[in-house]
């Protein structure tokens, strides 16, 4: 079955510290991994995709055949951090992207 | 460029009645996909249009069906509201299946 795992619904960190939000996935073939944020009162966007191998905002996610993750980790957590993430995974079945069910991190001053 | 539109923001449905969403993606877009947004299950896919067939289908019920328009506009409707239909629906754009989409703010839908 195709499925994305968050395993923390929230993850409080205070300001300055490292911060990592676990995705473990479950896919045949060769999945394309995303991380989507969602900032208070905002819509939902694209925070990076492994495809581009890039930093946003200081975060950085590798994927991980393996260990089948997609953990998404930035060493300085910073106040305006604190938002819902979701790790998204596609395609599906269903040619979709599949969805976690999401992490709330809260940076605390 | 103007970002993924949808309309209206909030609607309040009683049991029973039916409602239509609508969405207006980015200039371009051919494919819109909608989602279900609840606090218990998270994003659940409802459907994807792309070029003004359905292309793709999650698991909900019929009482669920979209379409989508020549200008790449769509619309979703909800017969026969339950309760359990209540939930923030997002709607996203773009350019091709599986790449970036880019996401409406979505219609919070309450049923009373």
């Known amino acids: 079955a195709q499925r994305v795992t968050q395993p923390e619904k929230l993850l409080s960190v205070f300001k300055g510290a490292p911060v990592e939000l676990k995705c473990n996935y479950s896919?045949?073939?060769?999945?394309?991994l995303f991380w989507y944020v969602q900032y208070s009162r905002q819509r939902l966007q694209l925070l990076l995709r492994?495809?581009s191998r890039e930093s946003i905002k200081g975060f950085t996610a590798d994927l991980n055949k393996g260990e089948t993750s997609f953990h998404l980790k930035k060493p300085f957590a910073q106040e305006e951090d604190s938002a819902m993430y979701y790790c998204?995974?596609?395609?599906?079945?269903?040619?979709?992207?599949?969805f976690g069910k999401g992490t709330k991190l809260s940076v605390k001053p | 460029k103007a970002g993924v539109t949808q309309t209206p923001r909030y609607l309040i449905k009683t049991r029973g009645q039916q409602v239509t969403l609508s969405c207006s993606p980015i200039?371009?877009?051919?494919?819109v996909s909608w989602y279900q947004q609840t606090p218990g299950q998270g994003l659940q896919f409802l459907f994807e249009?792309?070029?003004?067939?359905?292309?793709n289908k999650g698991n909900f019920p019929g009482r669920f069906s979209g379409r989508q328009f020549s200008n790449s506009r769509s619309e979703m409707n909800v017969s026969t509201l339950e309760l359990g239909d209540s939930a923030l629906y997002l709607c996203?754009?773009?350019?091709?299946?599986?790449?970036?989409?880019?996401f409406g703010q979505g219609t919070r839908l309450t049923v009373v």
């Open positions: 200039s371009g877009h051919r494919s």
């Open positions: 492994h495809i």
């Open positions: 896919y045949s073939g060769s999945p394309e």
């Open positions: 996203a754009s773009s350019d091709q299946s599986n790449t970036e989409a880019f």
């Open positions: 998204a995974l596609g395609p599906g079945s269903q040619g979709n992207l599949i």
């Open positions: 249009y792309f070029s003004e067939t359905q292309r």
